[in-house]
DNA sequence: ATGCATGCAAACCATTTGCATATCC
DNA sequence: GGATATGCAAATGGTTTGCATGCAT
């Protein structure tokens, strides 16, 4: 169902159902399932080990697509490093990442409601969105020597 | 006051006192008046017309140290560009945006407290910050055509 | 057959780096 | 005088773009 959703946005983006679009959605379905976070390289590389002539511009514009389908989220870090994931693009969340090894655990908290209407009243600007990110370090990093 | 924190932030972060840091200070001094936020290349064009050689990687190097004294926050946008802000580094706060024109205000909501340690307990990790930026659309931009 | 998506390479743009020189202490 | 910050130019790295070709429809 992550599946369809993935080919009902590329359709819906656009309209051929090509080769590489079908490699990439294949892909993004396995990291849905682990949960897995990853870096438009990382899928870039592993997608090549299948299919070598595969471009890298093709995974831009594609992930670019599902990133405005909401079906990805783009994490960014404060090294400026961008991290995807695969997201139902369902539920309001947020992310918390390890400082350490990068890894991106999604989170629920939130700023109550009626904090938002309270700073458009005070500030007069329409809130249209906010992007929250916690940092942290995970567990096995805070085991980790350094 | 804030003159005398950029200058002590300078002097921690290394030793000389110079004529580029003077001046990048002094026009520091006069944006923190005006609350406005700048880009790097900003800051940098604006330096460069009292003095032609001042080159763009001094201003880099300086912006830098000033972040990490917290004297500049660093706002980061959606489609990827940076803008600057000179801020007491005192009080803790978060930023609301505009997304047409970029205008950037200090706002003071945030997670409750508890929030935070109740994730932290829930994930495993030790959060040791967070970033919450709002989007909206300020009030003259509201009122512009589009 | 038509034209959109691809692959490739070049272009971009913000930022960083290496190094000789000027500047500060 | 000795060391450090600067200016410059080149390198970098992630991302975008232009264009000829291939492939889906």
Known sequence: MIADKI???FEE???RNTRPRKLIAERL???AQSG???TIDDLWQELREGEPHLGRATVYRSVEMLVNARL???I???DGSHHY???GGNHHHHHLTCIRCHRVVEVDVCLPVDQFAAIGNQTNFDIEGHS???FGRCEDCRTAKM
């Open 7 to 9: 080919y009902a946005a």
């Open 13 to 15: 983006a656009s309209q």
């Open 29 to 31: 379905v396995e990291l």
């Open 36 to 38: 897995a976070d990853f």
């Open 72 to 74: 990805l989220d783009r």
């Open 76 to 78: 960014e870090f404060a």
């Open 85 to 87: 994931r695969v997201c």
């Open 132 to 134: 929250l990110t916690l």
